[in-house]
């Protein structure tokens, strides 16, 4: 979430479109705008599943179809819906809004170009998202920056999440061995064999987590389409004989090749295995992995309020990089 206030363009010469799948050309437009906001800001303003929902195909794209001024790829997303802000044809703003929980409001992301701030676009793309979602709505600001928050005061928005983006270095790591509890072993993800127990598991774990406990098959095969995607790097951990082994827990890593940075991507352990040290003996093992691979920073995202989270990341070596926001309409 993105913008400054100071002056005005006439609303007659912006125009804000509503929609639920976007042609390639609209969708190359937004990833454009995209890219040059983070060069500005050093980080993006829409998330990755954002970014894949906005991309809006999967790795076949055999499903596409034609018509409404273009090429369509992929079909929409359930509860997706994408606003395009233009001034004389221009893009300039754009913001994602995802209705897919069935108990919290919906939540949305949005920017505005650089060279177009502070001409009440932002304002302007907050205020039709709120008409969107019927004043039910949670807003990222990722980085927490002033701009953004002067924005959620002025659209009425109050803070409701901290996610703290962790870092540590992997040069020199120096990790106890890993101890896996008794009976379990670790092996690499087998694309398609492992994905329908992965979603499984993944939602068990991430149960109370509105948007990594809701990844569906579609989800799945957006990631593994991704040119970061390596099954060698993603571990599976697993109890019981061969052959009938239950997947318990899980930890995907991720490599950002031009930062040369790894990520402790997902990290899940079912909760009848939580306890036993598996979570900690997984991360050992992902941290290894990414050193290994000549890595020399490693990441990871975790709410603040996960106290124990935050602890366990903290005696890992772990510390605060930078802070997103989420903020909400009054409930």
């Known amino acids: 979430m993105t913008d400054e206030t100071p002056a005005r363009t006439p609303a007659a010469l912006r125009q804000i479109d509503t929609y639920d799948v976007l042609t390639d050309e609209q969708a190359a437009a937004v990833l454009a705008l995209l890219a040059e906001a983070a060069r500005t800001d050093g980080q993006q303003a ?8 906005l991309r809006n195909f999967t790795a076949s794209r055999s499903d596409s179809v034609e018509g409404g001024g273009g090429r369509r790829a992929g ?36 920017v505005v170009h650089p060279a177009h701030r502070g001409h009440g676009h932002g304002r302007a793309l907050g205020t039709a998202l709120l008409a969107e979602s019927g004043r039910r709505l949670r807003v990222w600001a990722h980085g927490g920056h002033s701009a953004a928050r002067h924005l959620a005061q002025v659209l009425g928005l109050t803070l409701f999440r901290e996610l703290r983006q962790m870092r540590r270095p992997l040069d020199g790591l120096d990790l106890d061995e890993p101890v896996l509890p008794e009976g379990v ?19 068990e ?31 599976l951990a697993e109890r019981g004989p061969e052959g009938g082994a239950e997947l ?34 997984l991360t050992a093992i992902g941290l290894r992995h990414l050193a290994a691979a000549g890595l020399p920073t490693a990441m990871l995202y975790v709410d603040a309020d996960n106290k124990a989270a935050v602890n366990v990341y ?18």
Do not use: C
């Not at 829409?46 to 929902?53: A, F, T, W, Y």
């Not at 690499?188 to 993944?202: M, Q, S, T």
């Not at 579609?218 to 571990?235: C, S, V």
């Open 46 to 53: 829409v998330s990755e599943q954002g970014r894949l929902q």
């Open 75 to 110: 079909g929409a997303r359930e509860g997706v819906r994408h606003l395009l802000l233009t001034v004389d044809g221009e893009l300039v703003g754009y913001a994602q809004l995802e209705d897919n929980d069935p108990v919290e409001a919906p939540a949305a992301e949005l």
């Open 185 to 203: 072993r670790v092996r690499a993800f087998v694309p398609g064999a492992d994905d329908a127990a992965w979603l499984a598991v993944n939602a």
């Open 205 to 235: 774990a991430f149960a109370h987590h509105p948007e990594q406990g809701s990844l569906t098959q579609r989800d799945l095969d957006d990631r593994k389409a991704e040119p970061w995607f390596d099954p060698a790097g993603f571990f």
């Open 248 to 281: 318990i827990g899980f930890h995907w890593t991720k490599t950002h090749a031009a930062e040369r940075l790894g990520e402790v991507y997902v990290l899940g352990v079912r909760p009848g295995a939580q306890g036993g040290g598996l979570g900690k003996a």
């Open 314 to 331: 903290e005696r890992m070596g772990f510390t605060t990089h930078e802070t997103d926001l989420m903020y909400r309409t009054e409930s």
